[in-house]
């Protein structure tokens, strides 16, 4: 008779699912929701753990599983533009895990077995941890070398604080773009939306919108009143194929690329996606062991 523990079959799937869940975010390189994230490895494990309630069974038929995943889905990324695409990378990370995990736990002699498709007994954290290493690792090497866009681009890592607050960005280093502030001639870091919700406070976080940032020019008047220290002005630009606007543009404390840190660099909130994989555009000098 196979003997299940509840307790454990929770653990385990959250544990995975929070896991999933934060990588899935880093590979996509959208701003990072850890709250959201515990929530959905909540209800994942809740969903494991029901599987093996008394009549339970049915929630162990792959529609039901399907619509779990969709759930957890929206859960951690509601919200969030091109969900779709967020959605079958979480599937397709979900299956690399559990492979992953099942092989790490045959070579060390202690496999986790499974039950209806769930994970039922107790942990062996070590071999749980070395294949959430190994599962990242990988497949953030594999994502980023596919991101590149091969041509002359890069990938960055950016820190950026505004108002004593800091968020992690994911940069496209774009030698094509020359977006400069007039008068200081510093570079413009472009951002995503949404991309720098972390530093901003809810009142202004209501004013940056998307919808709203279309219309940069009305949004001065209840930005400076809301958040003067932002110091926003307009900024004029022009794009291939998109023609020529205006962009909004703050100040920041500093901004930290590779490693290498400049204070007020000017950062231009776009109001569409930049891109998959990168949530901020940046036209310096700065790349890896170079200056900023």
């Not at 809740?46 to 529609?63: E, H, K, N, T």
């Not at 969030?80 to 695409?85: D, G, P, T």
């Not at 397709?92 to 992953?100: F, V």
Request: proline share 6%; net charge positive; with cysteine.
């Amino acid at each position: 008779m196979t003997v299940v523990y509840i307790d454990s079959v929770f653990v385990l799937n959250a544990v995975m699912d929070y896991l999933l869940c934060l990588v899935t975010a880093r590979l996509a390189g959208i701003p990072l929701r850890r709250l959201r994230y515990v929530l959905a490895a909540l209800a994942g494990g809740g969903y494991a753990a029901a599987v093996f309630l008394p009549g339970g069974d049915f929630l162990a038929s792959s529609p039901i599983k399907l619509a779990a995943g969709v759930l957890i889905a929206l859960i951690a990324y509601g919200g969030e533009e091109r969900l779709a695409r967020l959605t079958l990378l979480l599937f397709g990370l979900s299956c690399a895990m559990a492979g992953c995990v099942l092989a790490l736990g045959l070579l060390a002699g202690s496999a986790l077995p499974a039950e209806r498709g769930i994970f039922y007994t107790d942990v062996d954290l070590k071999v749980l941890l070395i294949a959430a290493g190994a599962v990242e690792i990988v497949l953030t090497v594999v994502f980023r070398a596919a991101a590149r866009h091969g041509i002359r681009g890069e990938l960055l890592p950016v820190r950026l604080s505004v108002g004593g607050g800091t968020v992690t960005l994911t940069a496209l280093h774009d030698s094509g773009n020359s977006l400069r502030e007039p008068g200081s001639g510093l570079p413009v870091l472009v951002t995503a939306p949404g991309a720098l919700d972390g530093v901003f406070p809810k009142e202004v976080r209501q004013l940056l919108t998307p919808e709203s940032l279309r219309q940069p020019a009305e949004l001065m008047e209840p930005l400076v009143r809301a958040a003067p220290w932002l110091h926003p002005r307009l900024l004029p630009y022009h794009a291939v194929g998109t023609g020529a606007g205006l962009l909004l543009v703050i100040r920041t404390d500093w901004v930290e690329i590779c490693g290498r840190r400049c204070a007020a660099v000017p950062a231009a909130l776009s109001p569409t996606a930049l891109g998959n994989g990168y949530t901020a555009l940046w036209g310096g000098e700065g790349t890896r062991g170079g200056a900023v």
